[in-house]
């Protein structure tokens, strides 16, 4: 089955206590997308960039299953810029640049030969934009997912509000979670949430895993624990291609098969972490992705007998 994934697409300068690049490719929808295509092609992509986006990398997603219809090329702006330094302890970064550039002006299109998708996932974007994606879609996929951010609920609460009435689920992080409802308990806050038009809810809360909520079903997932994370950027994205590519993969949107997805998508996370940018993820293959689905099992497979 076949899946959109709808973000940017960018260059990204990142600063880690391990080291600093220059400009590097980034962006939510290329993480997303070569995460994915281990699972599901094609990958259909909706973003945008400039003249400056290198073809190496386009043709590099297309030849792993991207489906690159969708993608603006503009002649004569630049891609967009996202510049950023993380802290000692990798959890928390400061934004040092935000250059939107082509983003500016992003209005995107759904091209006629990505009708028909049965899952879309909708990349953290100004929720307008969001919106217009949902409202092009000429049958409505069996899934939708979206990302959001701090910024947007400060700058576009009603927006957002409107996203979230259409959307199947929503990926947060726990801060975002606590934000966008005013509840410290998560608990509390992913009721909160279900009330506004999600029926599902990832609460990612980094090295500590991720939570999957739907009605009074609660499901964790861990992070696996790392002796080194390189570089957290992109991991939140990684994820979500991991988990819709598992999800599109077998066509089941059950709150079971999300549990899977949800391991697979943090399978893919602690892979991205690994190295700068989406380096690591270009070069993992299924044998892989497999050994660390079988880590997985076994951090979290225990036998206990209640008496
Ligand atoms: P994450 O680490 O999951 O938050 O994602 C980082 C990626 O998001 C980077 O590759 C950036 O290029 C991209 N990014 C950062 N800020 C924005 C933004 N305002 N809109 C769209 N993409 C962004």
Redesign the pocket.
Known sequence: MSLIIV??M???AIETPFGKTDKIV???A??AAYAAANFVKPVQLVSIVGYDFPKEEMAELKSRGGQLDGVEIVPDKKS???S?RYHEDMNSRD?LV?D?NV?ADFKPKVPDSYQGAEFLML???APATQLSVIKQMKTRPKLIAMDT?N?WMEIALDDLKEVLKQVDLLMVNDAEARQLTGQFSLVKAAKTILTMGPKFLIIKKGEHGALLFHGDNVFFAPALPLEEVFD???????FAGGFMGHLAKTGDISFDNMKRAIIVGSAMASYCVEKF?PTRLKEINKEDIDRRLEQFKELVNFEIELV
């Not at 957290?232 to 990684?238: I, S």
């Open positions: 973000g940017s960018a260059f990204d980034g962006g939510a290329t993480y967009f810029f996202w950023g934004t935000t939107l983003l990349g953290n974007l951010m910024f957290p950027t992109g991991a939140g994205d990684t940018g």
